[in-house]
């Protein structure tokens, strides 16, 4: 990155709006349409990543469950699967790490884009007790579009993921998995910190061509799983 890039306002960076339309179960118009805004950034957040749509499809799927609900979204980014679960009555909480306000004021964009007025945006930072998990209310669903994709973070993921688990033992954590490499498994750390995951087939609920936006090569590399305290195990990685 040149200096002028470094030092030029973030009011002046390349910003776009994506459009996601997802489809009423009984025609083929779209239900609900969705407008993300992206800017050209190259922090992680500040755009939207294959793991999203497909999240978001399952969440715009199970939509009738989710009203009411508390949802709080992790590593929201563009908040897309976040934004979903808002629009179809959910309560919902989207986070993003302290270290990267531009991806939180990212999340306040995309509400402010959809005219979501209740939607909370907060920072949280995987892995670390704060205040601001610590005054989290119940939470029903945890929601986490390509969290893991660095091995150096995946326990943090599931530290949080346990600590809210265990505070509210029904709530299940969806997430969407980019597989980069055969070599990469959350299983030890599901393990120790107390947890199960199930896969969720994505072709059981995902179909591409069914939406715009989703000619990302990536998209075929995602996988869905729901997580869930392992009842057998349950004493195993108590966060105290
Ligand atoms: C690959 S991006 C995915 C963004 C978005 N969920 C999506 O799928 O489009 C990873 C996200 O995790 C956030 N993140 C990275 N490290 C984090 C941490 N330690 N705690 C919380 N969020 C973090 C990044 O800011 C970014 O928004």
Same mark, same amino acid.
């Given at each position: 990155m040149s200096e002028a890039e470094k030092t030029r306002p973030s009011?002046?960076?390349?910003?776009?709006?994506?459009?996601?339309?997802?489809?009423?179960?009984?025609?083929?118009?779209?239900?609900?349409?969705?407008?993300?805004?992206?800017?050209?950034?190259?922090a992680y957040g500040m755009y939207t990543w294959p793991c999203a749509p497909v999240l978001a499809q399952y969440v715009w799927k199970h939509r009738l469950k989710l009203q009411g609900k508390v949802v709080l979204e &992790?590593? $929201?980014?563009?908040? +897309?699967?976040?934004?979903?679960?808002?629009? @179809?009555?959910?309560?919902? &909480?989207? $986070?993003?790490?302290? +270290?990267?306000?531009?991806?939180?004021?990212? @999340?306040?964009?995309s509400c402010h884009a959809n005219d979501l007025k209740n939607v909370k945006v907060i920072p949280l930072t995987w892995g670390l007790v704060t205040l601001a998990l610590l005054q989290l209310p119940a939470v029903d669903f945890i929601l986490g579009s390509d969290c893991f994709?660095?091995?150096?973070?995946?326990e943090d993921v599931l530290v949080t993921v346990s600590f809210l688990l265990k505070r509210n033992p029904d709530c299940q954590f969806?997430?969407?998995?980019?597989?980069?490499?055969?070599?990469?498994?959350?299983?030890?750390?599901?393990?120790?910190?107390?947890?199960?995951?199930?896969?969720?087939p994505v072709t059981s609920f995902f179909h591409k061509d069914g939406m715009q936006h989703c000619d990302y090569p990536g998209v075929d590399s995602v996988h869905m799983f729901d997580i869930t305290l392992d009842q057998r195990n349950s004493s195993c990685g108590s966060v105290t």
């Open positions: 009011d002046q960076k390349y910003t776009s709006m994506k459009v996601f339309s997802f489809e009423g179960d009984d025609s083929k118009s779209s239900a609900l349409r969705v407008n993300i805004p992206e800017v050209a950034d190259s &992790i590593g $929201s980014g563009t908040a +897309l699967a976040g934004v979903v679960a808002a629009k @179809c009555g959910a309560e919902v &909480i989207l $986070s993003d790490s302290t +270290l990267f306000p531009d991806c939180l004021e990212n @999340c306040r964009k994709y660095d091995t150096k973070d995946f969806w997430t969407t998995y980019q597989k980069r490499s055969a070599m990469r498994s959350i299983e030890f750390y599901l393990k120790k910190w107390g947890l199960a995951a199930e896969e969720v």
